[in-house]
Structures are given as structure tokens and as C-alpha cells.
């Protein structure tokens, strides 16, 4: 069973367009935005399970320059 979250990444500033377009582009992103707010992209994103997801965003999304932070929130409905 796959596992939706949305995904919410802090980014140095200036960086949140150019964050948000590479985030865009990964496999598994279904919409990615730059977005007002104590955040400055959040994305959208599947997996095929938790372990997955995790890796996604400590691998993946944390390791784009410009990410200060991310904050993953499991869609439970």
C-alpha cells in the first residue's frame, strides 16, 4: 500500500523557487510549491512504504543546497 505525505522544507533564503523546482522533478513528487509561511516549499509526495519515505526526505530532499530543514506529514485519511 503506498503512502501519501506532504512534505515541508525550510530553504536559506532565496533559495525557495529553485528548491522547490528540483524537489518538482523527483520521482514520487506528485506537486511541489513555493509557498509563504513558516515554510518555504511543500511538496506532495508517494511511496511504497515508511522506510522509503524516510530515505526520500533525509537523502533526497536534505541534500539539495539551500534545504535548512524539512518536516514530513504522513496522510493518515
Keep these: 500500500m503506498a503512502i501519501s505525505a506532504y512534505i515541508f522544507v525550510e530553504c536559506a533564503a532565496g533559495m525557495a523557487k529553485e528548491v522547490a523546482g528540483k524537489i518538482a522533478g523527483m520521482e514520487g513528487v506528485k ?8 515554510f518555504d516549499v511543500i511538496a506532495l509526495v508517494e ?8 530515505d526520500f526526505s533525509v537523502s533526497r530532499i536534505q541534500g539539495i543546497p539551500g534545504v535548512i530543514r524539512t518536516e514530513t506529514n504522513v496522510i493518515i485519511d
Excluded at 506537486?31 to 513558516?38: E, L, N, S, V
Excluded at 511511496?47 to 524516510?54: A, E, T
Aim: charged share 10%; with cysteine; proline share 6%.
Design 31 to 38: 506537486t511541489c510549491h513555493a509557498i509563504t509561511g513558516p
Design 47 to 54: 511511496s511504497s512504504d515508511v522506510r522509503s519515505l524516510g
